[in-house]
Nanobody, 117 residues
């Protein structure tokens, strides 16, 4: 089990950038996978990006080329760099971690991202 705290959300203009952070309560070196999800009002929660323990990444088609997931093991933190933000990107963004393939995922409380001109 790991506790996760997201930060970095806020209000940005279309085309702007934000970097979200997810601080974990323990080492993330051996975590099976860490992910960013998002959920907009009235919409289903969707997987945005995943980073595996070995560093491999995957992205939703809607954000590929614009968002980058990364991790800093020394800081027990995973990041989501969001560039070229679009009107469809606003949502509460959640960090998710699976400490092993057999574990149930842990979730952060979310951070709000708003895109408006």
């Amino acid at each position: 089990q790991v506790q996760l705290v997201e930060s970095g959300g806020g209000l940005v203009q279309p085309g702007g950038s934000l970097r979200l952070s997810c601080a974990a309560s323990r080492s993330i070196v051996s975590i099976y996978a860490m992910c960013w999800y998002r959920q907009a009002p009235g919409k289903q929660r969707e997987l945005v990006a995943t980073i595996a323990g070995g560093g491999g990444t995957n992205y939703a088609d809607s954000v590929k080329g614009r968002f980058t997931i990364s991790r800093d093991n020394a800081k027990n933190t995973v990041f989501l760099q969001m560039n070229s933000l679009k009107p469809e990107d606003p949502a509460v963004y959640y960090c998710n971690a699976r400490v092993s393939v057999f574990a149930t995922p842990d979730w952060g409380q979310g951070t709000q991202v708003t895109v408006s001109s």
